[in-house]
Structure formats: structure tokens, C-alpha cells
């Protein structure tokens, strides 16, 4: 099942990027990122984690899936019986921070071939679930979203003791490339 | 008494190279990672040939202007810097976040001491890369440069890593007849992303990064300066990309009068 919050206007990248933004550095993960202080998308992003967080911790989220023009999606698998074992599993908070790092810098490497998005972009956010999953209230089904003409990278994955997740790119070949 | 007229192969036009007409490929190959050694020889072939750690090959399907060749060198240093967390943002972000005049970001500096100085060395760095990256656009207009070493670590002899932009297969072109550069780059970079040069997971410590690229002995240079025996170091090669453009790339023999320059500025990053 493909759900995505419902809201009355889409929020759009200029807006994010807009000189009133401003965009502070964040310290994780034992990297500097920036985060928006636009109090619309972060109210908009703390819904959907909240949420996310949910279903991630009741394993049953399979993807989520980050629509600009291009897509980035994020292939969860979500181990079920990790609650039912007895045993711990092991996997140091560092060697998983060392891989979500690992991933991230990947993630901003690859800005450096997508396309550039020349007129504003709104953005979406849709999560793939298990089928039997009851929709919030504030969520709505929704389609996938496909990209015609499109071009995938693949990305490293990390994995916790629970989830592994796998992460693509696909984007729109621009025409003169 | 009077200096020799130097004989600079200006970018805009190379003698004696034969051109022939041939048809192009739309899409260019497929970008291979090779993993084993390089079989072509290096455009100076007086200088040892050194195992390769990994070696991207990129074609571009027509000609590149020399503007060009500035880009992708100057845009591979500051993908290095940041991909070997040499600085803590790429180029671009750092000089929009510690640039903007906004009461915000001056209010966070002038409560935080720590701030201020993440804010004086920020400043510091990307004055010095600016720097190089402003003279290397004036060192590709003197001359043509078929190779381009960024070192990292150690010394330009002796670094810890470094990596090779090879250009020597790249003939130059009018600009009128060259391609986007921007798509050049996308190309460039994808397959710099799909060969994986920088899945280290260990944080590398910070460390001095050193230009050096080849250039004509008479070309003039006054900013960087003349190493006239250097050599490649044979330790600590991580990559070296090399771009070609489908043509008859330039005799090695023309390479003769190319000789080393080395950036008098160590570029010194910082961590946040």
C-alpha cells in the first residue's frame, strides 16, 4: 500500500531555498548537514517521521520513497522476528553511524550529476506499507510515482539489527546528456 | 640578453595534429571500473608506470574546450575535499551558509565561541581554495594541462593518497564546436560515483591537500611554481580518471616540454 500525508498545498523547494530560509548546520551521524527552519516543511517532515517512526518500530514499512522531478527511494527490509528472538542482536551504534554516514555523503555526491532543477519543485513524500496496515488519519492512499526516460543509481545500503535499507536514485535523462 | 621566444601550445590551436572525420556514437560505451592496470601509457613516458588502485575511464562523445578542463578539475578538487572530509560541506554550501549576511547566522556566531572559530577557519579555507581554484583558471588559459595531480596528506612526494585527473587524450577544441560542459560534468561525476572511490568508512583525519598540474615550460606561470623533477609518487594513488573524447588523442611526443607546477598554497581544511 502506497500512503503519503494529505495536505492542501504542496510545499515547493523554492520556498525551502528562498532567501527568508535560513539553514542551519546540523552536527549527526559525524556529519554537518543543513536542516530548514521554514516552520511549514518541518512541520510537514515531523508528521511524516513521527508516523514513519511508527511503522518502522512494528516493521511495516517496506519503502519510502522521496518525489522531487527525480525520485529517491528507500528499500526497507524490516527483519519481523527480530521482536520474537530471545537473543540480542549485536551491531555497535558507530559501525551503523559509520554506515548512514557513509550513505548521506553518497547522497550528496550524486548531486553533483542529477540534472538541475531550473523552475520550483514541490516535493512528496509517500511510504510503502504492509497491505493490511489501517490509513491514519491525515494520510491518504496514493499511486506510484514513475519517472519515463529515467536513469537508476544504486546506492550502498546499511543495515541496524533490524532493518537493512537499500537506497536508489532515478532521475530524468536530460535531453542534452 | 633576450629570452628565447617560448613556443606555448596555446589551447586554441595544436599543429600538426590530424583530425579525421568519423562518426559518433549518440551514447557513449558503457563506463567500465577497471581494477587492473592501465594499459595505455602515460603521456610522459620518462616517469614510471605505477600500479593503479582504480582507474575511471570517461569518454565524452565529441570535443571539450579548454574552459572545460578547468571545470572538471577545479570541480574534482572540491569533491574531494568534501568526500574526504577535508571540509565538512561541499564548496558551494559552505560559501552560501558562512557568507550570508543574515542577523540569524551572526546572532548563532557571536553567542558561541566555538561557532566564531568553525566561522575563521571556514573563512580561511575557502579563501585559500578560492584562490587556487581562481589561478588555476589562469594557468589553463597559459598553456594546455594534460595532467593534474591532487595529493592529500604527506607531501607532494610522499602524500598519504592522491588523485590523477589524466587530460592528455583530451585534444582541444574551438570553443563553438565543444559540448556542454555542464553535461561533461554530469558524465564526469557519474562515473566517479558508479567506480565507489570513496567508500571508506573511516573518517580520514584532516590533513594538507597540494595541486599540481603539468603544464609547458614557457608558458609563463608566475603563480605556480616550476618543480622541474618532480615525479609521480608511487605510493598512495587512489584514482585516476582519465578523459578521452573519441579523437586521436595528441602524440605523447608533443608532452615533451611539459613539466610540473605546484600550488604554493597547501590547501588546510577544517572539521565543524
Not at chain 1, 517512526?53 to 522531478?69: A, E, N, P, R, T
Not at chain 2, 571500473?33 to 601509457?41: D, K, N, P, R
Not at chain 2, 570541480?75 to 568526500?83: D, G, P, V
Not at chain 2, 564526469?188 to 590533513?207: G, T, V
Amino acid at each position: 500500500m502506497v500512503l503519503q500525508l494529505a495536505q492542501e498545498q504542496g510545499i515547493t523547494l523554492h520556498r525551502i531555498a528562498g532567501i527568508n530560509s535560513i539553514l542551519y548546520q546540523l552536527q549527526k551521524y559525524g556529519l554537518t548537514l543543513l536542516v530548514t527552519t521554514d516552520l511549514e516543511v518541518i512541520k510537514y517532515l515531523n508528521n511524516v517521521v513521527e508516523q514513519l517512526k511508527d511503522w518502522l518500530y512494528k516493521c511495516s514499512v517496506q519503502k519510502l520513497v522521496v518525489v522531487i522531478s527525480n525520485i529517491e527511494s528507500f528499500d526497507i527490509e524490516c527483519d519481523k522476528t527480530a521482536k520474537d528472538d530471545s537473543a540480542p542482536r549485536e551491531k555497535s551504534q558507530k559501525a551503523i553511524q559509520d554506515e548512514i554516514r557513509s550513505v548521506i555523503r553518497q547522497i550528496t555526491a550524486i548531486v553533483t550529476f542529477l540534472p538541475l532543477l531550473e523552475v520550483s519543485c514541490s516535493f512528496d513524500l509517500l511510504i510503502y506499507t504492509d497491505k493490511d496496515l489501517v490509513v491514519p488519519e491525515k494520510w491518504e492512499e496514493s499511486g506510484p510515482q514513475f519517472i519515463t526516460n529515467s536513469e537508476e543509481v544504486r546506492l550502498r545500503s546499511f543495515t541496524t539489527t533490524i532493518h537493512k535499507v537499500n537506497s536508489m536514485v532515478a532521475y530524468k535523462i536530460p535531453v542534452n546528456d | 640578453m633576450a629570452a628565447p621566444e617560448p613556443e606555448v601550445l596555446s589551447p586554441a590551436a595544436v599543429p600538426d595534429l590530424e583530425w579525421y572525420e568519423k562518426s559518433e556514437e549518440t551514447d557513449a560505451p558503457q563506463i567500465e571500473l577497471l581494477e587492473t592496470t592501465s594499459t595505455q601509457e602515460p603521456p610522459n613516458p620518462s616517469e614510471p608506470f605505477c600500479p593503479r588502485d582504480c582507474m575511471v575511464p570517461v569518454v565524452f562523445p565529441g570535443p571539450v574546450s579548454q574552459e572545460g578542463c578547468c571545470r572538471f578539475t577545479c570541480e574534482l578538487l572540491k569533491h574531494i575535499m568534501y568526500q574526504r572530509q577535508q571540509l565538512p560541506l561541499p564548496y558551494e554550501q559552505l560559501k552560501h551558509f558562512y557568507r550570508k549576511a543574515s542577523p540569524q547566522a551572526e546572532e548563532v556566531v557571536r553567542k558561541k565561541p566555538r561557532a566564531e572559530v568553525s566561522s575563521r577557519k571556514c573563512q580561511q579555507a575557502l579563501a585559500e581554495l578560492e584562490s587556487v581554484l581562481s589561478h588555476l583558471e589562469g594557468f589553463f588559459a597559459r598553456t594546455l594541462v594534460p595532467r593534474v595531480l591532487i595529493l592529500l596528506g604527506g607531501s607532494a612526494l610522499c602524500p598519504k593518497e592522491f588523485y590523477e585527473l589524466d587530460l592528455s587524450r583530451l585534444a582541444p577544441n574551438s570553443v563553438d564546436q565543444s559540448l556542454s560542459t555542464a553535461a561533461c560534468l554530469r558524465r564526469l561525476f557519474r562515473a566517479i560515483f558508479m567506480a565507489d572511490a570513496f567508500s571508506e568508512l573511516q573518517a580520514p583525519p584532516l590533513m594538507g591537500t597540494i595541486v599540481m598540474a603539468q603544464g609547458h615550460r614557457d608558458c609563463g606561470e608566475d603563480w605556480f611554481r616550476p618543480k622541474l623533477n618532480y615525479r609521480v609518487p608511487s605510493r598512495g594513488h587512489k584514482l585516476t580518471v582519465t578523459l578521452s573524447c573519441g579523437r586521436p588523442s595528441i602524440q605523447s611526443t608533443a608532452w615533451e616540454d611539459y613539466i610540473w607546477f605546484q600550488a604554493p598554497v597547501t590547501l588546510r581544511g577544517f572539521h565543524e
